[in-house]
Every structure is written in C-alpha cells, then in structure tokens.
C-alpha cells in the first residue's frame, strides 16, 4: 500500500500561482511514478503532469505545458505541482497518484495508477 496525501491548494485569483505538495507513506516511493490528475465539475478525470521514479522524465498536459512544474524528492517521499499563471479553467480538485512502472516510465492514463490521494481543491476567480 502506498498512502498519498495531498495540499496545497485554495482560492486564488487569475494569474497566481500556487503549489501543491503530494506526501506519500507506505511502500518505496521511488518505484512508483507520480502523476497529477484534476477533475473539474461535470467533466471527467484528467491527467495533468507525471514525473518518472527517478524523477529524470516528465510530462505534460499541453493545456498546462509552460505554467506547470512537477519534481519529486525521495529522500523525503514528496512530489510537488508548482502551477503559475492560473487561469479560472484550472479550477479542478487535484489528485496526486502512483503508479508502479518500470524506470523512465511516465503514464498518463488514471488506470496505470494503483494508489489515489484524496485530493485538494483549487479555485481560480477570473
């Protein structure tokens, strides 16, 4: 098992930034990929950012390529989502997960992840 709790997020105004931080607990962090996913009102599940076990390959989303950060540290089982220049459209409750990949491995479907966080709400006012 491998437990994810998230914070991080808030109310926050059009062209902020903020950061959101992912601790986990359980098993070896470092085997597992760590991705974001939000979920906006009445839409589905999306994948926002992963970053491999290592924390050497990363990927985005295109609608947040540029404004968004991922990074990890073992040491200290944590993974960061740094979010600049928000836009009301990144308004979601965001969830960090974990998937056990093999190393490099950057998945970006919710079904490769095993373990969920229970999320934390952002809120972007235009």
């Known amino acids: 098992q491998v437990q994810l709790v998230e914070s991080g997020g808030g109310l926050v105004q059009a062209g902020d930034s903020l950061t959101l931080s992912c601790a986990a607990a359980g098993r070896t962090f470092s085997d597992y990929a760590l991705g974001w996913f939000r979920q906006a009102p009445g839409k589905e599940r999306e994948f926002v950012a992963v970053v491999s076990r290592a924390g050497r390959v990363k990927d985005y989303t295109g609608s947040v390529k540029g404004r968004v950060t991922i990074s990890r540290d073992n040491s200290k089982n944590t993974a960061v989502l740094r979010m600049n220049n928000l836009k009301p459209d990144d308004t979601a409750i965001y969830y960090c997960?974990?998937?056990?990949?093999?190393?490099?491995?950057?998945?970006?479907?919710?079904?490769?992840?095993?373990?969920w966080g229970q999320g934390t709400q952002i809120t972007v006012s235009p």
């Open positions: 997960a974990a998937a056990r990949t093999v190393t490099g491995a950057t998945p970006s479907r919710g079904d490769q992840y095993q373990y």
